[in-house]
């Protein structure tokens, strides 16, 4: 997972982002499929994420989706939003400063 750091992200390019979006996307979502539960699952990804330096805030939530991203109130700079559902996950990389 350390591909995906926050440092990773930040030194990369528009595209670089992009790849690294797409592709963290698809190991979260293959990931999310074999957890028994959803939001248990949820919050392993979004510590895991954290711990590699990602700034997350959950802003939205229900029972088949939760919304993670950089804090707006307090911002650290841009970061990834991930939106988690029961079918998958999307990640995207937002420019919020």
């Given at each position: 997972?350390e591909?995906?750091?926050r440092?990773?992200?930040?030194?990369?390019?528009?595209?670089?982002?992009v790849?690294?979006?797409?592709?963290?996307?698809?190991?979260?979502?293959e990931?999310?499929k074999?957890?028994?539960?959803?939001?248990?699952?949820?919050?392993?990804f979004?510590?895991?994420?954290?711990?590699?330096?990602h700034?997350?805030?959950s802003f939205?939530?229900?029972?088949?989706?939760?919304?993670?991203?950089?804090?707006?109130?307090?911002?650290?700079?841009?970061?990834?939003?991930?939106?988690?559902?029961?079918?998958g996950?999307?990640?995207e990389?937002?420019?919020?400063k």
């Amino acid at each position: 997972m350390e591909r995906f750091s926050r440092a990773n992200f930040d030194c990369n390019d528009d595209e670089g982002r992009v790849a690294l979006s797409m592709e963290l996307t698809a190991v979260l979502s293959e990931r999310l499929k074999s957890m028994p539960d959803f939001h248990q699952g949820v919050r392993q990804f979004v510590s895991e994420l954290r711990s590699l330096g990602h700034d997350l805030w959950s802003f939205d939530d229900s029972d088949e989706m939760e919304v993670w991203g950089p804090d707006y109130q307090n911002p650290s700079g841009p970061g990834i939003v991930v939106t988690f559902r029961t079918d998958g996950v999307e990640v995207e990389y937002s420019k919020m400063k």
